[in-house]
């Protein structure tokens, strides 16, 4: 019982990592490999407002969502959307954006360097022991947890219940067809990519609370999100949200019965797997 309420704990928090990924490249199309940047900057701005102006982490998520969300949007407009106007097809897209963001990935992590160094930073915020079914878990976890559900939940009912959220849908069904019922695809297209760094900026501020990160581990929570987004399927919101649990449930099961050094190559099996034997994610169906 411990290990699977800690490892959905860990699920909760890896969901929202899952989130930003699925909609920027589910629905604008964008393999985003600076996503781990935006959530170990986030990080970085959590700890500042923290320890410089007492802000709580939770209220800071007010100012580091909006933040983020204009700063994703202003990436999106000046340096996505050129590449999206000259490619002819999908794959030349994703293509280019693979470049485009991976040099971004060491533009973000070597200005975090200058500024903070690679030293390991941590703070204390609700480090105190919290109680669940009899086992011990820290209070800044389940807080995460708690909040890292409420922010997905509030996604799901955006984009189920909403006619923007809709249109969103539409356009990572579809592009061409969403144009055909008046939907502005490339508006669209950016808010999503806009949205989906905030909602990552706002897992870094929640994992910073309990996690102790530096300026180079962008890459390793990236290649996390992307496992989850190729498990749930791309751009299935319903899809990230079990994959995310299952890979915090899988991490959880090798540290505490093998070896925490196995941790990653517990997720690349699992990666391999699903591509080998389920490569349409989990809710998808295999083409005809």
């Not at 022991?129 to 890292?148: D, E």
Request: charged content about 10%.
């Amino acid at each position: 019982m411990l290990i699977l309420l800690t490892g959905l704990l860990l699920g909760g928090t890896y969901t929202l990592i899952a989130l930003g990924l699925t909609l920027q490249y589910g629905v604008a199309r964008i393999m985003n490999l600076a996503n781990g940047e935006t959530l170990v900057a986030a990080c970085f701005v959590t700890f500042w407002l923290y320890t410089g102006f007492g802000i709580n982490p939770l209220l800071g998520l007010l100012v580091i969502g909006p933040v983020a969300f204009v700063v994703n949007w202003l990436i999106y407009t000046w340096l996505m959307q050129p590449l999206v106007k000259r490619a002819k097809n999908r794959g030349m897209l994703e293509v280019d954006s693979i470049l485009a963001t991976f040099g971004l990935l060491f533009l973000f992590q070597g200005l975090m360097l200058q500024a903070f160094g690679g030293s390991y930073f941590n703070y204390e915020f609700l480090a105190q022991p919290f109680s669940i079914m009899g086992n011990s878990f820290g209070l800044n976890r389940v807080v995460a947890f708690v909040a890292a559900a409420v922010i997905a939940v509030s996604l799901y009912l955006f984009l189920y219940h909403t006619d923007r959220g809709t249109a969103v849908r539409a356009v990572a069904v579809d592009p061409r067809a969403a144009r055909l019922v008046a939907i502005d695809v490339r508006r669209t297209a950016a808010f999503a990519f806009a949205l989906g760094g905030s909602i990552t900026a706002c897992a870094g501020t929640l994992l910073s609370t309990f996690y102790t990160f530096n300026t180079s581990m962008g890459v390793l929570f990236t290649m996390k999100a992307l496992i989850i987004v190729i498990m749930g399927g791309v751009g299935d919101i319903r899809g990230a949200v079990l994959a995310a649990l299952v890979l915090g449930l899988t991490e959880t099961l090798v540290a505490s019965l093998l070896d925490p050094g196995l941790t990653l190559a517990a997720n690349y099996a699992l990666f391999i797997l699903v591509l080998l034997f389920r490569p349409q994610g989990i809710f998808g169906k295999r083409p005809a």
